[in-house]
């Protein structure tokens, strides 16, 4: 199975700071990754997939980047409402894995 | 992209069958461009795929849960199923059903199994 490591767990930063998750996995996939934020009490919802395309009507301050087994999620300017928790998923072997989660608050 | 609905019975005993649902529009449980599935996140905890579905019928399960887990579609009623046998309290979760088309998924809002005697 991939792993996918992420880091940090928990991320404090204030609004207007640029903010960078990093998920690395155990094996090279390509870009076949995924980045969701994940609010409490609501359904994920996708931020970037393959690695660096921006979904339809996510703020342009949220890039990704990254490929083979190292991937990075960047915030360029922080917003109150990006307080939440992230999320990586590869999509390119069964099974499908996730990261453990990066908690994202604000100062 | 693909809107999707989950459907499920809320609570449940231990060695019950949970049967779950997920109402997809008529179009796109047809096409062959989508795949289904199901992930699940326990409460205050990560994010856990259970199983994936394509339109040739080919499966693929978490291997955690394989001998207990089936995926199935109903085009005629326009919605995939999820069967979770002898359930225990560590399948209490949020479970989401979701459709996928290439790298882009689409999740439903997700519904609440507890399992509790």
């Known amino acids: 199975d991939v792993q996918l490591t992420q880091s940090p767990s928990f991320l404090s930063a204030s609004v207007g700071d640029r903010v960078t998750v990093t998920c690395r996995a155990s094996?090279?996939?390509?870009?076949?990754l995924a980045w969701y934020q994940q609010k409490p009490g609501k359904a994920p919802k996708l931020l970037i997939y393959?690695?660096?395309t921006l979904q339809s009507g996510v703020p342009s301050r949220f890039s990704g980047s990254g490929s083979g087994t190292e991937f990075t999620l960047t915030i360029s300017s922080l917003q109150p409402e990006d307080s939440a928790t992230y999320y990586c998923?590869?999509?390119?072997?069964?099974?499908?894995?996730f990261g453990q989660g990066t908690r994202l608050d604000i100062k | 992209q693909v809107q999707v609905q989950e459907s499920g019975p809320g609570l449940m005993k231990p060695s019950e069958t949970l049967s779950l649902t997920c109402l997809v529009s008529?179009?796109?449980?047809?096409?062959?461009?989508?795949?289904w599935g199901w992930i699940r996140q326990p409460p205050g905890k990560g994010l856990e795929w259970i199983a994936s579905?394509?339109?040739?019928?080919?499966?693929y399960y978490n291997a955690s849960l394989k001998s207990r887990v089936t995926i199935s579609v109903d085009a005629s009623k326009s919605q995939f199923s999820l069967t979770l046998m002898s359930v225990t309290a560590a399948d209490t979760a949020v479970y989401y059903c979701?459709?996928?088309?290439?790298?882009?998924?689409?999740w439903g809002r997700g519904t609440l199994v507890t399992v509790s005697s």
């Open positions: 998923q590869q999509l390119n072997y069964y099974p499908l894995t």
């Open positions: 579905l394509y339109h040739t019928g080919d499966t």
């Open positions: 979701t459709s996928r088309l290439g790298q882009v998924s689409t």
């Open positions: 094996q090279g996939i390509n870009t076949y």
């Open positions: 393959s690695a660096s």
């Open positions: 008529a179009d796109a449980i047809n096409s062959n461009r989508y795949n």
